[in-house]
């Protein structure tokens, strides 16, 4: 039976070998629900860039540049990091460059696996599918805050392993952690959510509706895939 791990932090990486599993990586608050949302509106690729002046250079190739730095949208930049500037019109058949505090390094740090796939509660049944039918072991790999844990982060994967529960084995305790949460909070897990740190930290920026939005699980069946470096969905 295949195996299923959890990276609680980016920082931790270097424990596990990722060349032969599929690694799922995810920052609900608010990267890869940014992404997944992109992509359900067309947008042609999402190319994750690790720092801000990589970003900013491409601009002048036709790339739209978005990014955040502490929540914040970055000066100068065409678009922050609310998954609500990804759902119109004017990103479709759009190239993307996309740099973030936390999503966009922990894709860095996974880049070497045998594939990588981009997870969100917004495409959460498309990403448990792929899993279930496909060849490779699993890492969740989540992005955390600054190279510490968070909690939202953690229910992602708790999910993940709640619907793949009979048919994949937890690799060690960090599965079964990630899956106890995740039974505590899903009847409401933007109440459970209340008082963790990105949570508060989101709140002082007054965009509630964005993280109720990236708990909603289901609205899309995109599965952004990383390729070259490149995020598509072929």
């Given at each position: 039976m295949k195996t299923?791990?959890?990276?609680l932090s980016p920082e931790l990486?270097?424990?596990?070998h990722v060349r032969d599993?599929?690694?799922?990586?995810?920052?609900?608050?608010r990267a890869t629900s940014c992404m997944v949302t992109a992509f359900a509106h067309g947008v042609e690729s999402i190319t994750p860039v690790a720092d801000l002046n990589t970003c900013r250079m491409m601009k002048s190739k036709g790339y739209i540049i978005s990014g955040e730095r502490d929540g914040k949208k970055v000066q100068g930049f065409d678009k922050g990091n609310s998954p609500y500037e990804y759902a119109g019109s004017d990103i479709r058949g759009k190239r993307i460059a996309f740099t973030t505090t936390n999503g966009t390094q922990a894709i860095e740090k996974s880049k070497d696996a045998n594939k990588v796939i981009i997870g969100s509660f917004l495409n959460l049944s498309t990403v448990v599918k792929y899993l279930l039918f496909g060849e490779n072991n699993v890492l969740i790999v989540c992005a955390g805050w600054k190279g510490k844990v968070n909690l939202e982060d953690t229910l992602f994967a708790g999910a993940v392993i709640d619907k793949l529960r009979n048919h994949i084995e937890p690799d060690c305790d960090a599965p079964l952690i990630a899956h106890d949460l995740y039974t505590r909070a899903k009847g409401d897990m933007v109440t459970y959510l209340s008082n963790s740190s990105h949570v508060k930290r989101l709140d002082?920026?007054?965009?509630h509706k964005d993280i109720e939005y990236?708990?909603?699980p289901d609205q899309f069946d995109v599965l952004p895939k990383l390729k070259n470096g490149v995020l598509t969905l072929s």
């Open positions: 299923i791990d959890v990276c990486m270097h424990l596990y599993r599929t690694i799922v990586v995810v920052d609900i608050l002082k920026l007054d965009i990236c708990l909603t």
